[in-house]
T-cell receptor
């Protein structure tokens, strides 16, 4: 199995631009999680899905953030408009039960 | 919500030394995971261990759920063991709750 796949691996953008991060979970996993990691705040859960349905988005920082999971093999996290404080590593994880498996992350830099 | 505390926060080891990392949690949990975040930022699953003891090579983990702690043992440490070790617990009503991690540096 290829594991959780995220793209892009690195993204540099300018303030105000739209950013879309993508995730392909491990086949057969029915839960998907989006996290953000920064030095100051550590690892934060943004949102998670069960069977493609958003269950808890209370960690999404602002309305500028949105996430979708149109099918079992794909999810996106969108930031519009982006701000410099959004700079972080964004991880996607998937789970078949309660054990989570993380993707390699997307390092986002907003200038 | 549940609190997860890891100790020590930082640890420096000479290559070849052994170490024990600890994870305390404040309430009962369904499951517990240990992760290693390597210097390149990747989060690697080490153990999925709600209770009991598991071993994988030089690493082993023990969770005593009734006493609300877990231990991660690293034997004969190598420089490639460097990074941050996270404990994460599943309290049952929310997804994983992570500790702040133990930063390990193994020097040659």
């Amino acid at each position: 199995d290829a594991g959780v796949i995220q793209s892009p691996r690195h993204e540099v953008t300018e303030m105000g631009q739209e950013v879309t991060l993508r995730c392909k979970p491990i086949s057969g996993h029915n839960s998907l999680f989006w996290y953000r990691q920064t030095m100051m705040r550590g690892l934060e859960l943004l949102i998670y899905f069960n069977n493609n349905v958003p269950i808890d988005d209370s960690g999404m920082p602002e309305d500028r953030f949105s996430a979708k999971m149109p099918n079992a093999s794909f999810s996106t996290l969108k930031i519009q408009p982006s701000e410099p404080r959004d700079s972080a590593v964004y991880f996607c994880a998937s789970s078949p039960n309660n054990e989570q498996f993380f993707g390699p992350g997307t390092r986002l830099t907003v200038l | 919500g549940i609190q997860v505390e890891q100790s020590p926060p930082d640890l420096i080891l000479q290559e070849g030394a052994n170490s024990t990392l600890r994870c305390n949690f404040s309430d009962s949990v369904n499951n517990l995971q240990w992760f290693h975040q390597n210097p390149w930022g990747q989060l690697i699953n080490l153990f999925y261990i709600p209770s009991g003891t598991k071993q994988n090579g030089r690493l082993s983990a023990t969770t005593v759920a009734t006493e609300r702690y877990s231990l991660l043992y690293i034997s004969s440490s190598q420089t490639t063991d460097s990074g941050v070790y996270f404990c994460a617990v599943d309290p049952g009503n929310t997804p994983l709750v992570f500790g702040k991690g133990t930063r390990l540096s193994v020097i040659a």
